[in-house]
């Protein structure tokens, strides 16, 4: 982790890891522990606001309306209708669009964002609901995966007819839909392509290597992430001016890389020894 981590984030993070390594991690929870990095404003009261507003929603559904369409119209009624939660393309120019109590809050964020208040307030009230990483567009679940019922949050809750999937997909890549792309998302998985929706938005923006920088280290506490994270990592701490802490990560990533390529280890000894000789 950083050098210069304050006791808050610290605590966080030790939280966010412990709740990663949990038997069955809590989405919400890991959700919000993010969103506390994000903002220091979101406190341990302002957490369990959240969890309390959530299963108060869940308490406004109909008792066990059906099979998964009516759980998923259900859904569409209340959030969607009723409720006003959706997307909008400027979303994805904001970072709250990725923080659990600010999409709660305006009711409006990322499709995954809004998956997770779907997923979150129909397990509450006992729905079969997942999360459906589809490239590009995440979206809910409903049902058995033989008998599927999936619908998009960011549309309101728009129960998606036979072809919507294909089309989302193409739309997002321009390649066809792949059976193996509806499979359920586990809570993990949720939560680094969150993390990696902040380093999105962190990239184009320069000044913010702060968010960049905790969106990097929180993945990494994932008990699965890709490996180059740590790259990712060393050249951030080069950026921002930690360059004694940086060397040392880029000199341990190259040890590792080294094994299987030693060009490319070569190149990152390179950027070591060069962040070194700007101490001089």
Known sequence: MSPHLSPRSTELRRRFAEEARAERPDLARLCLLLAAEADGSLDEAGMDAVEIELDELAGRLPFRPGGPRAWATALAELLGAQLGFHGVPGDYQRLESSLLHEVVRRRRGLPILLSVVWMEVARRAGAPVYGVALPGHFVVGFGPTEHQVLADPFD???VLAGSDAELLVAGATGAPLDPSMLRPADPLEVVLRILNNVR??????????????????????????????RYERAQLLVRRGEFVVGAAELEAYAEVVGAVDAAAAELVLGQARAARAMLN
């Open 156 to 158: 309101g809750g728009r």
């Open 200 to 229: 999105a938005w962190a990239a184009t923006r320069p000044e913010r290597s702060d968010v960049s920088l905790w969106a990097v280290e929180l993945s990494l506490l994932l008990p699965s992430h890709p490996a180059r994270l």
